[in-house]
């Protein structure tokens, strides 16, 4: 049904990369970790989980980040998107990042810099960005939050200078094979069919031909 709805209703096809995610999901997996690097596409499949998650399964759904800045880049896209929708919205108040539909469905933005925030009733998908900065009491908080049939989806990029709570997490629920838990997922970049994306590749490659071309495949450089 997901695919389905992404393809009559937003006109989204994911990626391979991607489609690692929507299988999970539909395989009952509650939470998911995506590992991957800028512009890969993580952000976008967010996005369109939670506007299925909203329109399709009437579901309260968080948008959450380290920061406003950062929880907006995925939230200001889906207030855009629900309006145009169509379906009627009882509450919309975007200074305070909310929005509430008549058939049931709520989007709420929350930023973590503020713990407070994470309060209030239950929500059924949480969807946090750069989740590299999650720290062990963001996440327990989150955890509490969570109800009925959930979905915590994580993506991030790999921490710097070492390893994030985050990664660990993840890597501590995989070898422990622990139930409903999938990740980290990665895909390469070049997987995004963005046009940006698929330019910048072609550029790259075409440097890698020349290096190899002239001065070697054992080249440095190469």
């Known amino acids: 049904p997901m695919l389905e709805w992404f393809e009559e209703k937003r006109s989204f096809t994911p990626h391979p990369g991607q489609m690692q995610v929507v299988e999970a999901i539909n395989n009952g997996a509650h939470e998911i970790d995506i590992c991957c690097g800028k512009r890969s596409g993580k952000s976008l499949l967010a996005m369109e989980v939670a506007l299925y998650r909203v329109l399709g399964l ?120 622990r139930p409903g838990h999938v990740g980290p997922i990665r895909w390469p970049t070049w997987l995004n069919p963005c046009p940006e994306v698929q330019e910048t590749v072609r550029i790259e490659l075409d440097t890698l031909e020349f290096l190899k071309e002239s001065r070697g495949a054992n080249d440095p450089a190469y």
């Open 58 to 177: 009437s579901q309260r759904v968080w948008i959450m980040g380290p920061t406003w800045d950062i929880v907006d880049r995925i939230w200001r896209p889906m207030w855009g998107e629900i309006r145009k929708d169509g379906i009627p919205i009882t509450d919309r108040q975007k200074e305070s990042r909310l929005i509430r539909t008549a058939n049931g469905g709520l989007l709420e933005g929350v930023s973590w810099a503020s713990p407070e925030q994470i309060e209030g009733e239950g929500v059924h998908v949480v969807i946090t960005d750069e989740s590299q900065y999650l720290t062990q009491d963001i996440y327990d908080k989150i955890r509490a939050r969570l109800v009925g049939d959930w979905l915590w989806l994580r993506i991030g990029s790999p921490a710097e200078g070492g390893m994030s709570f985050y990664e660990d997490n993840a890597f501590a629920e995989e070898l422990a094979n």
